[in-house]
């Protein structure tokens, strides 16, 4: 099998609160506990492939409190999900869900596992090319969803981008890979948007940054010449089917890009796609701050300090020490004291 998600059912085991960028704590998690039982994939995991084959979900069941803080309560229930895009991380997951560890640990929560499921089934990709061919495909973005474009983020669903994700995953990692070029151009021409309903947002995204994206349903259809390609109309369905999986856009092993067959109106959308807003405008606010002071307002580079010290300045604002948002980020705890020195020095000035 190449494909698998499976969904863990957490309770937590005490009362606390966590920080916006608490899937990267996931995320390290999850590394971790590949690393522990099979060195061999964990290095293959750490390589820098071009897509990483897998995804993680951000929790479900998350609350804000009054301070705008992500408040967990023993009382309630959480998930996430984790899938599989190989054969070699699916067999692990197969092997580790019999023998999960009883708690995840956290720097302010630790969690219970009570239980996995599994919500998309085993999957090979060549039995995603056998996907009946229907009239429209519908999916839903139930997370943030973003794409890189000449360096910025990208936040539309366009056919192109949409499925040029999903081609990217299914050239790595399927046994039969699709000319991209000559497909992509098929889908340039052909596939339409029937209907959207779509809402623009800005949250934090992995270690670092912010990431500007879209969540809710949009509704695709092909046109009648370009369903004469019947190679290309298969491979349209099955990458269709492969999205649940493998998510789209960038960051999907962050929880971005999480995406589900059928039409759901943004109402329905159970992700906890406000957790993150708040700091994110606070972020956004301090940028723009520190963007006034710079001489030179232009480059590419005098914003993105400004972003990394408005990044350290929100956080430390929320209650994290600076030798955490040095961990986190992965800058060292000099650096991010220096900056958050100097940032508080203009603003004050």
């Known amino acids: 099998m190449d494909l698998i998600e499976t969904r863990l059912e957490l309770k937590a085991l005490n009362n606390g609160v966590i920080r916006p960028q608490y899937i990267t704590g996931l995320h ?3 590394l971790n ?16 492939q071009s897509e990483k084959p897998f995804t993680i979900s951000r929790l479900n069941g998350l609350e804000l409190n009054t301070s705008e803080r992500i408040q967990i309560s023993t009382e309630q229930s959480y998930s996430f999900k984790i899938t599989g895009l190989n054969s070699s991380v699916v067999q692990w997951l197969q092997e580790w869900v019999n023998n999960f ?9 630790s969690w ?27 999916l839903t973005f139930t997370s943030p969803t973003s794409f890189r474009r000449k360096q910025h983020h990208f936040p539309l669903p366009l056919p192109f981008n949409v499925f040029q994700s999903y081609l990217r ?38 270690k670092k940054g912010m990431v500007t994206g879209f969540i809710g349903g949009v509704e695709y259809g092909l046109s009648t010449q370009g369903r004469k390609h019947q190679e290309f109309t298969q491979l349209f369905f099955a990458l269709g089917q492969l999205a649940p999986y493998c998510g789209t856009g960038h960051k999907t092993p962050f929880g971005l890009g999480q995406t589900r067959n059928g039409w759901f109106s943004n109402e329905n959308i159970k992700e906890s796609v406000n957790i993150g807003i708040s700091i994110s405008k ?8 520190l963007m006034s002071f710079q001489k ?3 480059g590419e580079r005098a914003l993105k300090v400004c972003q990394t010290r408005a990044t350290i300045l929100a956080r430390q ?17 000099e650096t991010v004291k220096t900056y958050a020195k100097l940032a508080r020095k203009l603003l004050n000035s």
């Open 101 to 109: 560890p009883d708690i995840i640990k956290q720097k302010t929560v």
């Open 112 to 138: 219970e596992i009570l239980s996995n499921t599994i919500t998309y089934p085993p999957i090979t990709y060549q039995s995603l090319l056998e996907t009946p061919i229907e009239e429209t495909l519908a």
């Open 317 to 333: 604002e929320q209650g994290e020490s600076l030798k955490e948002i040095a961990e986190d980020m992965d800058i060292s705890y």
């Open 28 to 30: 390290g998690w999850f």
């Open 169 to 206: 995953r299914w050239n790595d990692f399927a046994n039969h890979p699709i000319d991209s070029e000559t497909f992509l151009q098929w889908v340039d021409n052909h596939v339409i948007i029937l209907r959207h309903q779509i809402q623009t947002l800005k949250v934090t995204g992995g």
């Open 282 to 289: 606070r972020i956004e606010e301090l940028t723009l701050q």
């Open 33 to 48: 506990e590949v690393r522990q039982s099979n060195p061999e994939l964990s290095q293959y995991l750490h390589d820098g």
């Open 296 to 298: 030179r307002k232009g």
